[in-house]
């Protein structure tokens, strides 16, 4: 794929020679922040730079001495799928006095350092910029005691400060996702999955309390992740009189044959007073007004453990990159800078404007302007809000609109995690916004079988944790069948259709779309929501499923290469899935620190292989112990796993044996993971409010008529944007031979893999982030809420 020539090989124009960088971990700590590091540490060492690890945070930049280590490529092998920070984090009472900053800013200078990578929360990063606003002034101090020569002040004259967001809790404007946030949501939803089934043995009432004590985020999004009954969170009390709304939802609900409730609650949740709910608070009155057997499970430091998901490594290796690419463009002008991540895209924000609205939201909730509260936590935080309420609340039947549509739902292609999710949020949103909705079993072979049947509010309850797809899913395209389909619709009055699935959902559509000039029942409003592990769908950056199958392939990885350890120097050769689109090899092979990682979109010949087992065998003689090869199945048809892996053997003899695994199917199963459930829920209830409105638009006489191309669509998220896209319009987008978009915007992420791997390579940094303001209130339309 060409690359643009602005910029293209970044190390030609951003030289790092003689520039020191320095990495620090502050605050607590979080998942994923290892991978930061490792990324800081072998970007600036890529450009030249020297780079040197700060241990225990500001603690260690105040106290210095051993504690300030240059770092090398080995000191950060191994700690990409370790959790917490292997550098450590403290909190550090002194940093805060002048003194403590004049005896770090002292430290800093002995090793010449001028360029500081700061991976923590508010406090930390509003603690570097005052660093950074005083450092001309502590460097004159130093000279008057002696401690530096003067020329030191010309030679050092500014302090270039990079943040980056690590905290669990989410509770930083101006980037949709910090560090950390996902795998924590990892661990609740993992406790809740477990929790649920004990529960519902017991037919149990679990009361959950999870991290946030200013931030409601991880409630939030987990309680939209496992479809919990209530959840309590600081941004937004609930109104005076809760509890008895509470206990009635409550009872209602196993009144309607549910076996269990889950409650959640952030540490920090208020009541409207600002007076605490706490756990045993909401125990103690569900026993007592409605006698159910109760339990209280507290999370606690569970959810700081384990190791990073992929979403983290993977979002924490763009960041520490961005972090250097930043620190090596600023000048003594430009402000501190945190590095965000807005929808799918790297931008930098000035460091102070997000603290100062971070601060903003606080100030809200004292002052109990909750709904501001709301808005200034963002877009994203504001529709997971809206989309849980929406979701777990049935309005009573006097209370919906009546709309007198019918609206059928159905899965197309092979099974992704999060399909059932989607469908749950798609049917009971159509239920709020007054439809009928209709399931179709087992995709088109079922609708022309007239496999179709009324589904309720009650029928979907539970399915957000559901592996696999429920509904029955079949790869059968419907050209063939389309006349018995526009019977089926026309014998149950369809008259909107969506489709949850992969490259045959798409081919589906444009298959009914082109029908329609034959059959007047195909002209009616049509979406599709792209599912599908390969993420391989036109229109879209990411699909449900892909994430839960990076997930299993990145766990994967991670036990072959600890099954290796302490054994002689090895190479796994590990093939992966999706068809001829290299998505889950290059992104798995990031998230896992791979070596290489061969697909089909980026020809290889046997050079290249050659050059590969060359480069491995040189880390190999060094301390690297194991290596890591991925593949794609399709990649190519000579090239095998059995040929890439008696190649390597071969080649490797004396210096390295090799071991081979395919990991097939298991990349397709288990339960999704929260990012999956999450967005799944959310796109599926934008979809359907967008069928709502053309059902509105193309009723005309007494019946649906819609046949533009506008009626027709594919959700896909763009970038930074949630978009409806006409699919005929991605026809010339598509690669219909090898079922891939013929621009995929994963492949510029390939060469950060090679970098981190060692390799020599162009970096096209055309996408990098450019300084950006914070903005309030995005327009409707560019809240990809990608980051759930």
């Not at 206990?247 to 605490?276: F, T, Y």
């Not at 929501?529 to 997930?551: C, E, K, Q």
Request: net charge neutral; charged share 20%; proline share 3%.
């Amino acid at each position: 794929m060409a690359q643009p020539d602005s910029k293209k090989i970044f190390f030609e124009n951003l030289s790092g020679a003689g520039k020191a960088i320095a990495v620090l971990t502050s605050g607590g700590d979080a998942q994923g922040m290892n991978a930061a590091v490792r990324a800081v540490v072998r970007m600036g060492l890529y450009v030249g730079a020297k780079v040197y690890f700060i241990h225990e945070g500001y603690q260690g930049m105040v106290d210095g001495g051993d504690n300030i280590k240059e770092a090398s490529w080995e000191s950060v092998s191994s700690m990409l799928q370790v959790g917490g920070t292997v550098i450590g984090s403290a909190r550090c009472k002194e940093f805060r006095t002048h003194e403590g900053r004049l005896k770090a800013a002292n430290n800093l200078v002995q090793y010449g350092i001028t360029n500081l990578c700061v991976i923590g929360g508010d406090g930390s990063l509003t603690g570097a910029n005052l660093f950074r606003e005083e450092w001309s002034g502590l460097l004159a101090e130093l000279v008057e005691q002696g401690l530096i020569e003067t020329d030191a002040i010309q030679k050092y004259s500014a302090l270039h400060i990079v943040g980056m967001v690590g905290s669990i809790d989410n509770d930083f404007c101006g980037t949709d996702m910090t560090i950390g946030t996902d795998s924590a949501l990892h661990r609740i939803i993992e406790v809740v999955d477990a929790i649920m089934t004990t529960a519902q043995s017991h037919q149990r009432t679990f009361v959950l309390e999870v991290m946030g004590r200013h931030c409601g985020y991880l409630a939030l999004v987990s309680a939209l992740a496992c479809g919990a009954d209530w959840v309590l969170i600081p941004e937004m009390p609930p109104e005076d009189g809760w509890e008895d709304k509470m206990c009635q939802k409550l009872s209602a609900n196993r009144a309607g044959m549910k076996r269990l409730n889950i409650i959640i609650v952030a540490e920090g949740a208020i009541d409207r007073n600002n007076m605490p709910i706490t756990t045993d608070y909401i125990k103690n009155l569900v026993v007592k007004c409605l006698g159910f057997d109760t339990r209280v499970t507290i999370l606690g430091h569970v959810q700081r453990g384990g190791t990073p998901s992929a979403f983290d490594r993977i979002l924490a290796s763009r960041m520490g990159v961005e972090a250097v690419l930043a620190l090596l463009e600023t000048t003594a002008n430009t402000p501190a800078c945190v590095v965000s991540l807005c929808g799918n895209q790297s931008v930098r924000l000035p460091l102070m404007e997000c603290v100062q609205m971070t601060q903003e939201v606080q100030k809200a909730m004292d002052e109990k302007r909750f709904e501001e509260a709301v808005k200034l936590r963002g877009r994203s935080f504001e529709n997971n809000l809206k989309t849980y309420k929406l979701l777990a609340h049935r309005k009573p039947e006097s209370e919906l609109p009546t709309s007198n549509f019918n609206v059928a739902v159905l899965n197309v292609g092979a099974p992704a995690a999060g399909m059932n999710a989607a469908v749950r949020s798609a049917v009971r949103v159509g239920i709020s916004e007054g439809h009928k909705m209709f399931a179709v079993s087992d995709g088109f072979e079922g609708f022309y079988k007239g496999q179709i049947k009324e589904i309720k509010w009650a029928d979907v309850g539970g399915w957000t944790g559901q592996g696999g797809s429920l509904l029955g899913t079949k790869r059968t395209l419907p050209a063939k069948h389309v006349d018995k389909i526009a019977e089926q619709m026309r014998k149950h009055n369809i008259n909107a259709l969506l489709i949850v699935g992969g490259f045959e959902a798409f081919e589906s559509l444009l298959q009914l779309y082109e029908a329609r000039t034959t059959y007047e029942e195909l002209c009616i409003p049509m979406c599709m929501l792209p599912a599908t592990i390969s993420n391989n769908v036109p229109g879209t950056d990411l699909s449900i499923g892909a994430d839960t199958a990076l997930n299993a392939i990145v766990e994967t990885c991670d036990r072959i290469k600890q099954s290796a350890s302490g054994t002689k120097r090895r190479v796994f050769i590990i093939e992966t899935m999706g068809g001829y689109c290299g998505y889950l090899a290059s992104v798995g092979g990031l998230a896992a620190g791979a070596d290489a990682a061969y697909i089909y979109e980026e020809p290889f010949d046997i050079r290249d292989l050659q050059a590969n087992v060359e480069h491995l065998t040189e880390k190999m003689k060094t301390s690297i112990q194991r290596g890591l090869v991925l593949r794609n199945e399709n990649c190519n048809e000579n090239y095998t796993t059995d040929f890439i892996y008696q190649l390597y053997s071969e080649e490797g003899k004396g210096v390295f044996d090799s071991r081979k695994n395919v990991l097939g199917h298991m990349q397709q199963g288990g339960a999704p993971s929260p990012f999956d459930r999450n967005f799944g829920t959310k796109i599926s209830a934008k979809a359907m409010q967008w069928v709502t409105k053309k059902l509105v638009e193309t009723f005309r006489q007494g019946r649906v008529f819609a046949n533009t191309e506008d009626s027709c669509c594919l959700l896909g998220m763009r970038r930074r944007a949630l978009v409806f896209q006409p699919v005929v319009q991605l026809k010339d987008e598509t690669d219909f031979v090898h079922r891939i978009p013929k621009e995929q915007w994963w492949l510029k992420l390939r060469p950060l893999m090679k970098i981190l791997a060692k390799y020599k390579t162009s970096y096209d940094v055309s996408d990098s982030g450019q300084l950006e303001h914070v903005v309030r209130n995005r327009p409707k339309e560019s809240d990809a809420s990608v980051a759930m």
